[in-house]
């Protein structure tokens, strides 16, 4: 344990996984009731190379970019992809309440600051796009451009849709939370055993699940949502954010499929770009399309 309030998986649940043989990185940042949390990276390539940020999604962690990270970095991007508190290798305190949406902002803002002062290129998908899209209203001078897929920055005026709503339900009330079953499932090519027990690893018993479970409670899906006006004051800017700004949404995500077409028609750095569906994708792009959607993002880099 960090704290008596905050759970660290031990190390040996990591053993092994496969296609990830990456260097741990570790980075404590600061909560107001916590104290300090341990923040888990991978950061690969040469260090001086242009910078990509990779932010994963719910229930994922950056064991979902392993498929992206070795293309990126023999190109000569350095790549970053952290764990968000709550997921991975970072820190996971046990009570739901411990966790916001701006409060995942505020320890991102900490840790790129910390980390990568720099400007660079995002990509997000899922809640990686949910908070990497608030880094960049937040912090628009820290990106040169942005890639993003099957993601969305609700603002609790639309409706979410009854599919949405089914996994909100699931993922608060079920007794168990197959966090590796729910990523096959989110595939269209589907996982390994090994693989699926890699996205379990870092999770021993329900007691560790807290951040993953809350995540979908914490989308803004109404006008009065604690977070619904910071969303909005995103959108306002992202509304002036005039640089490269590309999409690549997949063909068979039956919730965010179609999500594309509002960033493309309100974000002024959409226009012109080269936005693409991924093909034969599901939710989780990365895991069906990865080493396509480096090649593709290192393309967008470099014409741009």
Not at 33 to 54: A, I
Not at 72 to 99: C, E, H, N, Q, T
Not at 199 to 205: I, S, T, W
Not at 270 to 292: K, M, S, V
């Amino acid at each position: 344990m960090a704290n008596n309030q905050v759970l660290r998986t031990p190390e040996e649940r990591f053993k092994d996984l496969p296609d990830y043989a990456y260097r741990p990185n570790y980075l404590d940042i600061r909560d107001e009731t916590l104290g300090l949390l341990r923040m888990h990276y991978l950061d690969e390539g040469p260090s001086d190379g242009p910078l990509v940020l990779l932010l994963h999604g719910e229930p994922t962690w950056s064991y979902l970019y392993r498929k992206m990270i070795p293309v990126l970095a023999a190109d000569g991007l350095r790549v970053l992809a952290p764990d968000f508190i709550g997921f991975g290798k970072s820190d996971k305190p046990m009570d739901r309440a411990a966790y916001s949406y701006g409060g995942h902002v505020g320890w991102m803002k900490q840790w790129l600051s910390a980390v990568a002062p720099g400007a660079m290129t995002l990509f997000g998908q899922d809640w990686g796009g949910l908070i990497g899209l608030r880094l960049v209203a937040e912090m628009p001078a820290s990106f040169d451009r942005v890639m993003i897929g099957n993601t969305a920055l609700p603002t609790g005026d639309h409706h979410p849709g009854q599919a949405f709503l089914d996994w909100r339900e699931y993922s608060q009330s079920s007794p168990t939370f197959r966090i590796g079953g729910v990523v096959a499932r989110g595939t269209v090519k589907g996982l390994s055993d090994a693989e699926v027990a890699a996205y379990d690893a870092p999770y021993p018993d329900e007691s560790y699940k807290s951040g993953a479970r809350v995540f979908p409670s914490l989308v803004p899906i109404s006008p009065d949502d604690p977070a619904a006006s910071a969303q909005k004051d995103a959108w306002a800017s992202l509304r002036r954010f005039d640089k490269p700004f590309l999409t690549c949404f997949s063909d068979k995500d039956p919730i965010m499929k179609g999500g594309e077409a509002v960033f493309k028609k309100l974000v002024p750095g959409a226009a012109g770009q080269d936005h693409f569906i991924t093909r034969d994708a599901g939710h989780f792009l990365q895991e069906d399309a990865g080493p396509f959607l480096a090649e593709k993002m290192i393309e967008f880099i470099s014409s741009t």
